[in-house]
Structure formats: C-alpha cells, structure tokens
C-alpha cells in the first residue's frame, strides 16, 4: 500500500501578525568613511535589505567589496543631484564630500550635492513615505561663540567665505528637512556629527587624524596648522554609527549632536599620535586655512537624555585601531 505525501504547509509564521517584511533601506554616500561602517551595521540584521546610492567622488567600492553580490545588498552609481526612483523605507542621507580638500575643489558641486540632493531626497521620502535622516555637521556652528555647543545655538557662519558651500549648504539642507516635515508630514532626522575618525578613512583627505597618522607612519613631520591651540572633538566611527542608528529608530526629529565630547587642541593631538605611534617624528607649525574654527566640542546632552547615547570609545584606544588599517593600506609593519 503507497501513501501519498501530504503537500507542504506554508509556515504559519509567513501569514500571521508576527511575520514582518524586511526594511528596505536606502544609504545615499554609502561608499564613503561612515556609510560603509553604517552599512556594515544595517547589514548585520537578517531583516533589512540596503541599498546603497553613490557617485564614487570620495567613497569608493572596496569599502563595501565583502557585501558586492549579497542578495540583500544593491550598490548603484547615481549622483543624488539627479532623480532617484527606488522604493524604500528608511533614507539614511549621507552624501556629501567631508573633506576640506575635497569639499572646497568643486565648491559649486557641493552646494548643489547639499542642496539638491537633498531636496530629491527629500521628494523621493514624500513619494514613498519613507523616514529620512540627514548627516548634517558641527560646521552648522560655524566659528562658535558658545562653548560647548548646545543644539539651540544659532552658529557664527561666514555666508561667503571658501567653507560656506559645506556650512551653509548643510543649513539649507536642514531648513528643507523641517520645511518638508511640517508641510509635507515627513518623518525627519537630523544629526549633527562632529569630527569622527577610524579606519577607511581616506588616507589622502586632508583632515587632522588621518593625516597625522599617514604622517607619523610615513616618518613625516606632523603637520600642526597655526595656532595649534584651536581645539576639536574627535568620536570614534562605531559609536558615531551606533548613534545614528538610534537616531533613525527613535522618536526625535533633532537636531541631535552626535559626537564625542573630548576637547583636544591640535597640538595636544599631535602629541599623542606621537605617543601611541611614533615617538621620533617631528611636530611642524604650517600656516591654517581662512575661517577654520576656533574651538568645537558637542554639548550631548540630548542625545544622553533622549537616545541613551554617550560615546565609549576614547581617543587614545580609537587611534591605535586607525593605525592597524592605515599600516595595511600604507603598507608599513610595525617595528619593534
Ligand atoms: P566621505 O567623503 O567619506 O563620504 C561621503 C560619500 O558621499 C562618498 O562616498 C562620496 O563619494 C559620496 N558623495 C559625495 N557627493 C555625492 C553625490 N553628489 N551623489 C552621490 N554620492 C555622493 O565622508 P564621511 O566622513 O563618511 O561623511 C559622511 C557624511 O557625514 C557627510 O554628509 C558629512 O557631511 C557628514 N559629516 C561627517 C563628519 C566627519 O567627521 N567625518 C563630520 C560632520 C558631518
Ligand atoms: N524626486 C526624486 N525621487 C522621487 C520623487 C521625487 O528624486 O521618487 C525628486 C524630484 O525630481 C524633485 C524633488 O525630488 O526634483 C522634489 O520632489 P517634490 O515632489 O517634493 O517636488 P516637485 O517635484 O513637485 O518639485
Ligand atoms: N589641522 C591640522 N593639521 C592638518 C590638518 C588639519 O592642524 O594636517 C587642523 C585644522 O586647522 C583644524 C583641525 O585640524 O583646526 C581639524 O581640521 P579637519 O580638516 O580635520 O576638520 P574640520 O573640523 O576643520 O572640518
């Protein structure tokens, strides 16, 4: 006597109340320094699909080559001062050049980045009803005249001068996503990141901890920019992910300072790099670039009170992690 097979019942968890899609979630600048960590992060969870968005101007593929062909992971060319039609839940709004250097080489092209892209991220959230969240920057506070900066400071912003295209265009951006959320209805986030470091970072960008680390390693001088005495709050790249992502989950608009509240003037820095990993090189005063801030160190109480956040990582256990990937891609091992 044959028994015939019974055919196969749906798993009861696919139509009941407890089955939940997976959350498509769109990270434009997802190539570059704390996109590919964020992704790295968004990846970790079996229920969401990424997809990255981005020109390629700073970021580059390798950041992402071990997610490339995972069938929860896309990663297009596509410069967001164009239209982009995807259909998401989540935008996390990351694309702009970060670098003086390269923020300031096609000043034009970072304000229309800052500008247009948003506002095209700002459409494609109102088209999908997707939750956006925007990275804007300390930069909002210009040279401040507040210390530490609260988030209800207004800043002390230069309109024309060479690092508006970055600053300001940061302000619009912010104005679109309040002005899109109280006439559209769209769910925003705004951050307000500081100065963040950690691997991936390019070598090549000009910023304070990557090119005191590429310095140090490369046995040249560190090159302090004058005074020295000006000050920067430095936060280490998994804790700067880990607050956006409770940004992005929780219940607040911001702006929200995410940063580490550490305070370092640029010599105190160099000293330190000096330490940790290379205690023969030089110290060199250069001349500083117009309008570069005097100090700058975030007040995180918001982000305390409403995200549960505060930084674990100091600066003097951040470093060394920089400095084992700067010495694969530099290719310098660590003598005894
Ligand atoms: P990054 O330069 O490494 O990353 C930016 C990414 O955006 C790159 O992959 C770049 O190719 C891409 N991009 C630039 N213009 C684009 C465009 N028009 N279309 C599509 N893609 C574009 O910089 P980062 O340090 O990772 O910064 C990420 C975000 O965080 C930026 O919005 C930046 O303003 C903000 N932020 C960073 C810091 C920091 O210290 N790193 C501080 C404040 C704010
Ligand atoms: N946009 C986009 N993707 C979308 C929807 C809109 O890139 O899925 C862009 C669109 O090209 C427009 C911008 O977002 O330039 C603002 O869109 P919105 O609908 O708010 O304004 P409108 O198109 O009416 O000017
Ligand atoms: N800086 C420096 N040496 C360098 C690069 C930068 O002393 O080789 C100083 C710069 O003058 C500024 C601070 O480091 O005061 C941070 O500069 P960065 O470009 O990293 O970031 P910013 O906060 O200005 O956007």
Known sequence: ???????????????????????????????????????????ENEK?????????????????KKWIGHPRFELRRHDVTETLLVEVD??????????????KYNAVKTIKTNVIGTLNMLGLAKRVGARILLTSTSEVYGDPLVHPQPESYWGNVNPIGVRSCYDEGKRVAETLMFDYHRQHGIEIRIARIFNTYGPRMNIDDGRVVSNFI????????????????????FCYVSDMVDGLIRL????????????????????????LVKELISPKVEIKMVENTPDDPRQRKPDITKAKELLG???????????????????????????I
């Open 1 to 43: 006597q044959t028994t015939t097979k019974p055919p196969p019942t749906p798993s009861p968890l696919r139509f009941s109340k407890f089955f939940q899609p997976n959350m498509r979630i769109l990270v434009t600048g997802g190539a570059g320094f704390i996109g590919s960590h964020l992704v790295d992060k968004l990846m």
């Open 90 to 103: 989540k935008i996390y709004h990351l694309a702009c050049p970060a670098s003086p250097i390269f923020y």
């Open 248 to 271: 992005m989950e929780g219940d607040n608009t911001g702006p929200i300072n995410i940063g580490n509240p550490g305070e370092f003037t640029m010599i105190e820095l160099a000293e």
């Open 214 to 233: 590429a310095q140090s390693l490369r046995g040249e001088p560190l090159t302090v920019q004058a005074p020295g005495t000006q000050t920067r709050s």
């Open 309 to 335: 956040w505060e930084p674990k990582v100091k600066l003097r256990d951040g470093l060394p992690l920089m400095e084992e990937d700067f010495r694969l891609r530099l290719g310098v091992s660590k003598t």
């Open 48 to 64: 969401n699909e990424v997809i990255v968005v981005d020109n390629f101007f700073t970021g580059s593929k390798d950041n992402l």
